[in-house]
């Protein structure tokens, strides 16, 4: 019975990373802005672009239509060890919130009493 409730706590807190995205799959606006950050700050740029990937796969679970494979692909997402907050939007906030509460309730949904 403990399991889930760790992994669900691990999954909150972001204890392991998530898959990282490559500069070339930025939208124009994201691919400027790390360009910038990678003349200037390329640490900040790494952690920007963890970031970002972070905030896209989570874009992309909400908008999978097969609720199953929602579930797992929420399940699944991982947060990056290098996430900055100071590079989330608030939108970003409500997208990550929402694939967290859907791996949360498919973990209870799921739990074997």
Do not use: C, W
């Amino acid at each position: 019975m403990r399991r889930p409730i760790l992994v669900l706590v691990l999954l909150a807190a972001g204890a392991v990373r998530a898959s990282a995205i490559t500069p070339d799959k930025l939208p124009p606006n994201e691919l400027k802005r790390y360009n910038a950050l990678k003349a200037s700050k390329p640490a900040d740029a790494d952690a920007y672009l963890a970031t970002r990937g972070y905030v896209h796969q989570a874009e992309e679970i909400l908008m999978m239509t097969d609720q199953k494979a929602k579930e797992q692909a929420a399940l699944n997402l991982r947060r990056p060890k290098n996430l900055d907050e100071k590079f989330l939007l608030a939108e970003d906030v409500d997208h990550i919130s929402a694939v967290l509460d859907l791996g949360m309730n498919a973990l209870v949904n799921n739990m074997v009493v």
